[in-house]
């Protein structure tokens, strides 16, 4: 299960951005996680839960937000939501296709409060 890696690299960010403002409450994270990314939104919030059990991080709120996979045809311009992983153009049928989005896994939002 790689989402616990991530999860890992997303508690210790948050972590490092909480003592650098002396916060001592996580409120809310919001994540922005791609659909190309392999994530499953599911497994992250579970994992990110459990390694938070039990320490000041528990109960905070979390929301992800999934961004869509498009691809962008480089042959005629189109550009389009990427289904099943078919990267070929709804408009020309071209294979030269790059991505637009559905790549990104980062941390939009937290919330945070100081005593
Ligand atoms: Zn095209």
Redesign the pocket.
């Known amino acids: 299960m790689h989402e616990m890696g991530i999860a890992l690299n997303i508690l210790d960010i948050v972590k490092q951005i909480m003592i650098s403002h002396e916060a001592s409450k996580l409120n809310s994270i919001c994540l922005a996680v791609g659909r190309f990314t392999a994530v499953v939104p599911h497994s992250l919030s579970f994992c990110l839960e459990i390694i938070t059990k039990n320490t000041p991080f528990e109960g905070f709120n979390l929301e992800i937000e999934q961004v869509p996979l498009i691809g962008r045809?480089i042959?005629?311009?189109?550009e389009f939501a990427v289904c099943e992983y078919r990267f070929v153009?709804t408009?020309?049928?071209?294979n030269s296709i790059e991505t637009v989005s559905g790549r990104e896994l980062f941390i939009k939002e937290i919330e945070i409060e100081r005593m």
């Open positions: 045809c042959d005629c311009g189109n153009c408009s020309c049928g071209s």
